[in-house]
């Protein structure tokens, strides 16, 4: 059974950080692609940060030079570094995982207060 459990979200005066982790069980974690989402309320759920298998990443303009995103296969772990945060990345914040299926964590909720 594959799991994605996420956590790290709470509740963060604007400028702040955060580090939310992502840890996956019931895959061979080192042959996923892993990507963090994120959806507001009324809002579409959207790209913040990925990377590869191999390690390649990508991230949402929004959040250049602020998020950064690691893995640590050796945990089957994804974290995701937030830095210099704004009330805009409020959200919820989920754990993607695709090689040939996607398969998606519960969300935690990040909060950032002006």
């Known amino acids: 059974q594959v799991q994605l459990v996420e956590s790290g979200g709470g509740l963060v005066q604007a400028g702040g950080s955060l580090r939310l982790s992502c840890a996956a069980s019931?895959?061979?974690?080192?042959?996923?692609?892993m990507t963090w989402y994120r959806q507001a309320p009324g809002e579409q759920r959207e790209l913040v940060a990925a990377i590869t298998s191999g390690g390649s990443t990508n991230y949402a303009d929004s959040v250049k030079g602020r998020f950064t995103i690691s893995r640590d296969n050796a945990k089957n772990t994804v974290f995701l570094q937030m830095n210099s945060l704004k009330p805009e990345d409020t959200s919820v914040y989920y754990c993607?995982?695709?090689?040939?299926?996607?398969?998606w964590g519960k969300g935690t909720q990040v909060t950032v207060s002006s």
């Open positions: 019931g895959i061979i974690f080192n042959l996923y692609d």
């Open positions: 993607n995982a695709k090689r040939w299926l996607d398969y």
